[in-house]
């Protein structure tokens, strides 16, 4: 069972990185729950679809790694890079053509072979910057 989910999260992530919605939305299951932290509240199954599409016209050139996979019963953790190009408008911020990759982990939940609810955890500063939200030679506090 663990490796058949692990293969789910990859297969999801697949999906997303290469613009196949119809096959990451086939990976979702109908009670879909999607929390990150960026986001004003959780997504469900058709909010977490619209974000990915409306973000991945702004995105492009997408390259991830996972560093680590675990699986205990119905649950993947992945540490895993994502890398990234900001090549359209996105939240009012006109494309900036750079490339930025972000460090995050992530916690999937599988229920029946498809994505229930998922979590992230990820040092977003590399896209502010990418995005001019924050200045590029901001620091981190911890140094």
Known sequence: MSEANKKVVRDFFAAMDSRRFDDMRALLHP????????????????????????????????????????????????????????????????PTNEYFCLEMIHIMRIKDGLNLEEWDAADFSPMLKALNYISKDTGSPFH
């Open 31 to 94: 009670d879909h729950m999607f929390h990150l932290p960026l986001a004003k509240e959780s997504m469900d199954l058709e909010a977490h679809m619209e974000m990915n599409i409306r973000i991945q016209e702004s995105l492009s050139d997408f390259d991830r790694h996972f560093y680590d996979q675990i699986a205990e019963g119905d649950k993947v953790v992945s540490r895993m890079r994502l890398c990234m190009k900001h090549v359209g408008e996105i939240n009012g911020v006109a």
